[in-house]
């Protein structure tokens, strides 16, 4: 198979956005998340995460949720639970909100189209199950790129799968940033991540403390004295793998970085 791309598009400009949290919790939030997306200009694709959702849902049928630095540990039940509510109740819905806004929206998993080929796991340390790893040189960028020039906004749920049948969850930061990668070859690329927060906070309950610009050295020390923690640390380790393959811009934002009234611009990412 040709996952290479062509040189048509090369200095056309795409979007990739990442959405997850509370944007997706709050209906104020996504609503205008929805709005600004949808009036974008130029190439765009919307992935979304959906994690806290599939914990309620989780505990609602008496399984309990299990994470590690901010990495699922997905058993064949969680495996059940996450494929219905990303690629079913989450994007589907996402989806058809975009349809309303003249967006015309394609909700994707990585399965279809064979976009998004992954590889389980290894066990390590930890068993982290029914999670899925990417090789971007793997990715159909080729066929990603024709659905973006057919004028459709593909939308991708959290979800891979390993070319043998099975699904495999795998983080949605991360296949936010093997798509800007995999398609950097053919577009200057800009990839945002916009969750609850106004950008990466140096003291969480404060939202005006916004660190405005992180290097890789920042990170580091950021890490060891605990500023940044959990769910933070693979959405930056994904955001410099990014940078260091091609990718243009990265930011880290919330939904106040696309209000033009209250703009907070968030954090930016530098090497």
Excluded: W
Aim: aromatic content about 6%; charged content about 15%; glycine content about 10%.
């Amino acid at each position: 198979m040709d996952h290479g791309l062509s040189s048509i598009n090369c200095m056309k400009k795409l979007t990739i956005l990442k959405i997850g949290g509370n944007v997706l919790d709050d209906t104020s939030f996504l609503q205008s998340m929805l709005d600004n997306f949808a009036s974008m200009n130029g190439y765009k694709i919307l992935i979304h995460g959906g994690g806290k959702i599939a914990n309620v849902i989780m505990k609602q049928m008496g399984l309990e949720p299990k994470m590690v630095d901010g990495r699922r540990i997905t058993d064949e039940k969680t495996l059940e639970v996450v494929t219905q509510v990303y690629a079913g109740l989450i994007n589907k819905n996402l989806v058809s909100q975009l349809q309303a806004r003249a967006c015309n929206a394609i909700g994707l998993t990585g399965a279809d189209a064979n976009t998004i080929p992954a590889v389980i796991r290894p066990v390590k340390e930890i068993d982290y199950g029914f999670v899925g790893d990417i090789d971007v040189s793997m990715i159909n960028a080729l066929t990603i790129q024709g659905l973006l020039e057919m004028g459709l906004v593909p939308v991708f749920a959290p979800l891979t799968h390993d070319s043998h049948g099975t699904l495999l969850n795998t983080n949605a930061d991360t296949i936010a940033s093997s798509l800007a990668i995999a398609l950097a070859k053919a577009f200057t690329v800009k990839l945002i991540y916009c969750f609850e927060k106004n950008g990466v906070l140096s003291d969480p309950n404060n939202e005006s403390s916004v660190i405005n610009i992180i290097t890789e050295k920042d990170f580091g020390g950021y890490k060891a004295n605990g500023t940044i923690h959990s769910g933070m640390i693979p959405k930056l380790d994904n955001a410099f793998a990014a940078l260091k393959s091609g990718v243009s811009e990265i930011a880290i934002c919330g939904p106040a970085a696309f209000n033009t009234i209250s703009f907070i611009p968030g954090t930016t990412i530098h090497l």
